[in-house]
Structure formats: structure tokens, C-alpha cells
């Protein structure tokens, strides 16, 4: 009986040990599968984000170079100044506060150049050199921030 009941004890014991094993690895499995759906979730959300704000700036630096372009000409750019205020706006509310600021000061002197081509007055090629300074600066702001998906 003793040699029955040792191995008795000795199969519970193994049993137990086995059970605790197979719970503990079950565990481990299951934090692993957790942290790794939260990374590839996190890193779904940056890419959405990343594609929203990649638009955002697109949309106003085209809208921004179509009204510098049409300067001086007949082309009533009224149109494209409401879309040009309604990107600000999506550009203000999804991106960073100095990414916002650059592209308000964009806008600014963008809004100067029209005033004086609407005003009859010739641009003049530093005003413009400024203005395609800004602009590029803008834009090198905008890939930087898309790039450390800030």
C-alpha cells in the first residue's frame, strides 16, 4: 500500500505541477497574442492618422499653388479662397500647433501677393521669392511631420 500510495501521491503531484505549467505557458501565450494585436492596432491608427494629415497638407499646398499661380490673370480666384480657408481649418484642427502656424503665415502672405495683384500692382520678384520660400518651407514641415508621425 505504501509503494500504492506513493505513486498516487506522485501522479497528483505531477498532475498539479502539469497543470500549473500548461495554465502558466496559456498565460504567457495570451499576453504575447495581447501586446502584439495592441501594436498592430497602434500602428494601424498612426498609418490612418499618417494618410489623413498627408491629404490635409496636400490638399492645401495644391490649393495654395493654384492661387498663386492664377496671380495677375483674369481668373477669379474667390472660389478657390473658401477652399483654401476651409483647408486651413482641417490643417489647424489635424495637425501640430507649429505646422498650423507655418501654414497660416503661408496663407498670410499669400493673401498679400492677392491684394496687390488685385490692387493693379505689378508683384514684384522678391515678394514672390518670399512667398516660394514659405511655401517650400511649409512643405518641408509637413513631410517632416509626416515622417516622425508627429
Not at 496636400?58 to 483647408?87: C, F, H, M, P
Request: glycine letters at 8%; aromatic letters at 6%; proline letters at 1%.
Amino acid at each position: 500500500m505504501d509503494a500504492t500510495l506513493a505513486g498516487l501521491v506522485g501522479a497528483l503531484g505531477g498532475a498539479v505541477l502539469g497543470a500549473a505549467g500548461a495554465w502558466g505557458a496559456a498565460l504567457i501565450a495570451f499576453r504575447a497574442a495581447r501586446y502584439q494585436a495592441d501594436r498592430q492596432a497602434d500602428a494601424q491608427q498612426q498609418q490612418w492618422l499618417r494618410q489623413i494629415r498627408r491629404e490635409t497638407y496636400v490638399n492645401l499646398i495644391a490649393l495654395v499653388q493654384s492661387i498663386y499661380l492664377r496671380l495677375g490673370t483674369t481668373v477669379s480666384i474667390e472660389e478657390d479662397k473658401k477652399k483654401l480657408d476651409q483647408a486651413l481649418q482641417v490643417v489647424r484642427l489635424e495637425s501640430p500647433d507649429h505646422l498650423s502656424q507655418a501654414a497660416w503665415d503661408l496663407i498670410c502672405t499669400l493673401d498679400g501677393l492677392c491684394f496687390s495683384a488685385l490692387g493693379g500692382t505689378r508683384v514684384d520678384s522678391l515678394e514672390r521669392v518670399i512667398f516660394l520660400r514659405e511655401l517650400n518651407d511649409f512643405t518641408r514641415l509637413c513631410r517632416k511631420s509626416l515622417d516622425d508621425n508627429l
